[in-house]
């Protein structure tokens, strides 16, 4: 049945394929011959290119005039580039967007700020599903990430609407007061909308940040008051693009050279092949040393996301919709609107809450403002639809229902601990290096399911680590109800 609801989808394909105008094939023969020439796979190579691509077209955005033709660039340049390197799928993402803003146009704000995100999830899921069903454990480029992107800037438009209603009504509700910043209290028009769910400079990697954050880039009321004048001495826009972008071809050599030397599954045949850590030879070394392996391996791993996002923050920057604004005195409050990853912080947290915070930090928001403050502070809400929001894979499911353990003893250690060896609460204190080195070994332990996918190898990693995070959280959560909480005094 699935293999049949798979063909149908599939024989819509000529329906659609004549909307896949913006790239010339001269263009795609170009790649395919550069892919051949320096051996990068064509998907690599055309996601790679798509990212640096944003550059050159953040500095025409940032010359045009504000208004509806930077709303037209934008939208157009974004659905150029998800058909360069998505192709003809990239009509997923223009379906997805028309029908949540038929859903705006038509519900009451109470109604499409449920019926949105679940239509989303449902889409989502079905591709994340889709790509499980033909392609297991393959990393091949589809639409499902660029697909992840748009559910958030829905997702959080779906309430960025109905509080933008609640508070024009004067009407009492605690998160929509949090999220006042954000509120949005008319469905913006066709243009403007799909400038922002196309949007060129976040459209391939993220970051996923507010409509009015977009808004407020497009329209020049970020830099400009009523009068016409500048809110503040406007900043140089240059170290900002700069950085992030030098930070990125760093990340992206450490991550080529790194990962040949310490691939976390195997390198010829990833997709089938015992990934290198569950290998007889491997498993072979003492504990420490597999341990240790895995530790850097999983640090490499992770420069690929750091590329990623970094990239797209000079992107951002560089047309200034990376760029926060003034404060009241017209100073300039920072580029934070476009940063998505902290990796210093990220790589040095001395506990679990900072370093979520410092990882993926635009997806965070979207799971603190709109999944858990909106279901009471529930953590296994939250957790869980991040994991839902990943896809199905087993891998994702391990470590997002073991962090929550990890969260409930940090909260233990924090109240009955830290606030006995370190009520300062600084972070380069001996206690809060113990934390960042028990941080590190624990979450890096938890996450290697997350990168290895399948339930096999999953239940396998925590195997042959002994389970030992699991097994340590669950003997200091123990020990911590026994330890008495310091009185105001000690604390």
């Known amino acids: 049945a699935v293999g049949n609801l798979i063909e149908f989808v599939y024989s819509l394909e000529p329906y659609v394929a004549p909307t896949n105008i913006l790239v010339p094939d001269f263009v795609r023969d170009q790649v395919v011959t550069l892919s051949e020439a320096i051996g990068f796979d064509v998907e690599t190579l055309t996601y790679t290119l798509g990212m640096f691509l944003c550059y050159p077209l953040g500095i025409i955005m940032a010359m045009l005039p504000y208004g509806k033709v930077k709303h037209l660039f934008s939208f157009l340049l974004g659905a150029f580039l998800l058909q360069f390197t998505i192709g003809v799928q990239w ?9 949540a803003y038929a859903c705006f146009a038509i519900l009451p704000a109470k109604t499409s700020k449920w019926v949105v995100p679940v239509f989303l999830m449902v889409y989502m899921s079905a591709g994340h599903l889709h790509r499980q069903f033909i392609n297991y454990l393959g990393y091949d ?29 004067g009407k009492e509700d605690r998160a929509a007061k949090k999220c006042a910043p954000f509120a949005v209290e008319k469905l913006p028009n066709l243009l403007e909308y799909l400038g922002y769910t196309f949007c060129f400079a976040s459209a391939l990697a993220g970051p996923a940040y507010e409509y009015k954050t977009y808004l407020n880039a497009c329209d020049g009321t970020l830099l400009y008051g009523s009068n016409g004048k500048p809110k503040g001495n406007i900043p140089s826009n240059v170290w900002p693009t700069l950085k992030p972008f030098l930070t990125s071809l760093l990340c992206m050599g450490i991550f080529v050279v790194g990962s040949g030397m ?5 390198p010829n045949d990833p997709q089938n092949a015992l990934p290198v850590i569950l290998t007889p030879a491997f498993l072979e070394q003492p504990w420490f040393k597999r341990y240790a392996y895995t530790w850097i391996s999983l640090f490499f791993v992770r420069e690929k996301y750091y590329f990623a996002w970094k990239n797209a923050e000079g992107a951002n920057n560089i047309w200034y919709a990376g760029f926060q604004g003034f404060d009241g005195n017209g100073a300039p409050l920072g580029w934070e609107n476009s940063n998505n990853v902290d990796i210093v912080e990220f790589e040095t947290a ?9 990882w993926n930090k635009k997806t965070a928001n979207w799971l603190s403002r709109y999944v858990y403050m909106r279901t009471g ?13 990943h896809g199905f894979y087993p891998g994702y499911y391990f470590f997002f229902l073991s962090v929550p ?5 940090e909260r233990l250690g924090k109240k009955k601990l830290s606030a006995r060896f370190n009520p300062s609460g600084k972070k380069w204190t001996p206690w809060g290096l113990v934390s960042i080195i028990s941080t590190s070994f624990c979450a890096n332990y938890m996450v290697i399911p997350f990168q290895l996918l399948a339930y096999e190898w999953g239940i396998a990693a925590y195997r042959t680590n002994f389970f030992i995070g699991h097994i340590l959280c669950v003997v200091f959560y123990a020990l911590m109800q026994v330890v008495p909480s310091p009185k105001k005094k000690e604390a």
């Open 262 to 266: 310490f691939p976390l599954l195997d």
């Open 377 to 389: 502070g529930s953590l296994v809400a939250t957790y869980g639809m991040s994991a839902f929001w």
């Open 350 to 358: 001395p506990s679990l809450k900072i370093l979520s915070a410092a």
């Open 405 to 409: 353990l990890l969260t409930f003893c």
């Open 91 to 99: 009509i997923h993402q223009l379906i997805t967007s028309l029908v």
């Open 141 to 169: 480029m589809d639409f499902t990430g660029p697909q992840m992107v748009l559910t958030i800037k829905l997702y959080s438009l779906s309430y960025n609407l109905y509080d933008g209603y609640l508070l024009s009504k």
